[in-house]
């Protein structure tokens, strides 16, 4: 059975820190392809693969890509599920990069049949 502890599991998990740089033109869009991210189901062990992407417009401040390479690799043994793994992504490049707009979408290898993406908006979309 799932529990609370399942659910919120890796949402609090210390992960390296996203550093940036200062950005010099404004008014264009940045995709960054994370081909080899990994993590851990928080309720059976096993790993979930996946690609990641983050998708952007900076404005003051861009990503520093070593940064997020190592924040990345910190999820390699965080129990956390697909879905809170992509918004904890998304809320965590919003504080560090303060970008005009961004998207992380998380495309999950098959697992059981099933293939699982999840894609998360700032500012959230409207319902």
């Known amino acids: 059975m799932y529990t ?3 659910a919120e599991s890796g949402i609090g998990t210390k992960l390296p820190t996203l550093e940036c ?8 869009e940045v995709t960054i392809e994370i081909s080899e991210f990994t993590s851990v189901c928080p309720r059976t062990g096993l ?7 983050i998708r952007y417009s900076p404005r003051k401040w861009c990503v520093e890509l070593k940064s997020l390479k190592y924040y990345v690799n910190g999820y390699r043994n ?21 970008p005009a ?12 049949g ?4 999840v894609e998360a908006h700032y500012p959230k979309k409207r319902s």
């Not at 740089?21 to 264009?28: A, E, R, S, V």
């Not at 793994?85 to 998304?90: K, P, S, T």
């Open 4 to 6: 609370e502890r399942h």
């Open 21 to 28: 740089w200062p950005n010099q033109y404004p008014g264009y």
């Open 47 to 53: 790993p979930d693969f996946g690609i990641v992407r």
């Open 78 to 98: 965080v129990g956390i599920f697909q879905e809170n793994a992509v918004n904890r992504i998304l809320k965590d490049f919003v504080t560090a990069v303060s």
């Open 101 to 112: 707009w961004a998207v992380v979408t998380g495309e999950f290898n098959v697992r059981g």
């Open 114 to 117: 099933l293939k699982t993406v």
